[in-house]
T-cell receptor, first 111, second 116 residues
Framework: GEDVEQSLFLSVREGDSSVINCTYT??????LYWYKQEPGAGLQLLTY?????DMKQDQRLTVLLNKKDKHLSLRIADTQTGDSAIYFC???????????FGAGTILRVKS | GAVVSQHPSRVICKSGTSVKIECRSL??????MFWYRQFPKQSLMLMAT?????????EQGVEKDKFLINHASLTLSTLTVTSAHPEDSSFYIC????????????FGPGTRLLVL
């Protein structure tokens, strides 16, 4: 079945690194995504990783994928107050375009 | 990236009325759009997949007569909440698929619906 789980809350100090974790259950996932949602707004696609990759870096963002453990993480380097938001991981199956979202992790950055 | 807009951004209506929400792809054509619902402090739940020129595909548990979806053009999908009730109050978000590439699904800013 499809199930994506995330920790609910993370608090970090400005300038520190943030690591948001996600686990998924469906081994047929092909793409895994990280989205950012600010209060009252839609979702912004931050980055995604294909399932045959184990790492992807994009400026301050690093995505790590452990396919064996079905574990995905998003690391934000030099976290800023503007990074405070809800972060959703999501997976997409091998067939179809349906995104399955985790519950979201609230990231709070303290200055 | 591609831009998806929604209108209105916020709507308040009386119980029993119908509300139409528009989702537009502004700078690209989208043969497939998706409608999600998000309750406060919860994740997004897919309601239906909207395909241009054909009937929408609804997820299990979503009433298709309650949530009417029309994807009449390659840049516009509409969601009509018919005979709205307070329990329909939610944040409705659409997304659009760019071409057939699965990784390029762009989200609209959402519509906050409050039914009194």
């Amino acid at each position: 079945g499809e199930d994506v789980e995330q920790s609910l809350f993370l608090s970090v100090r400005e300038g520190d690194s943030s690591v948001i974790n996600c686990t998924y259950t469906d081994s047929s996932s092909t793409y895994l995504y990280w989205y950012k949602q600010e209060p009252g707004a839609g979702l912004q696609l931050l980055t995604y990783i294909f399932s045959n990759m184990d790492m992807k870096q994009d400026q301050r963002l690093t995505v790590l994928l452990n396919k064996k453990d079905k574990h995905l993480s998003l690391r934000i380097a030099d976290t800023q107050t503007g990074d405070s938001a809800i972060y959703f991981c999501a997976e997409i199956m091998e067939y179809g375009n349906k995104l399955v979202f985790g519950a979201g992790t609230i990231l709070r950055v303290k200055s | 990236g591609a831009v998806v807009s929604q209108h209105p951004s916020r709507v308040i209506c009386k119980s029993g009325t119908s509300v139409k929400i528009e989702c537009r792809s502004l700078d690209f054509q989208a043969t497939t759009m998706f409608w999600y619902r998000q309750f406060p402090k919860q994740s997004l739940m897919l309601m239906a997949t909207s395909n241009e020129g054909s009937k929408a595909t609804y997820e299990q548990g979503v009433e298709k007569d309650k949530f009417l979806i029309n994807h009449a053009s390659l840049t516009l999908s509409t969601l009509t909440v018919t005979s709205a009730h307070p329990e329909d109050s939610s944040f409705y978000i659409c997304s659009a698929l760019v071409g057939t590439a699965r990784e390029t699904q762009y989200f609209g800013p959402g519509t906050r619906l409050l039914v009194l």
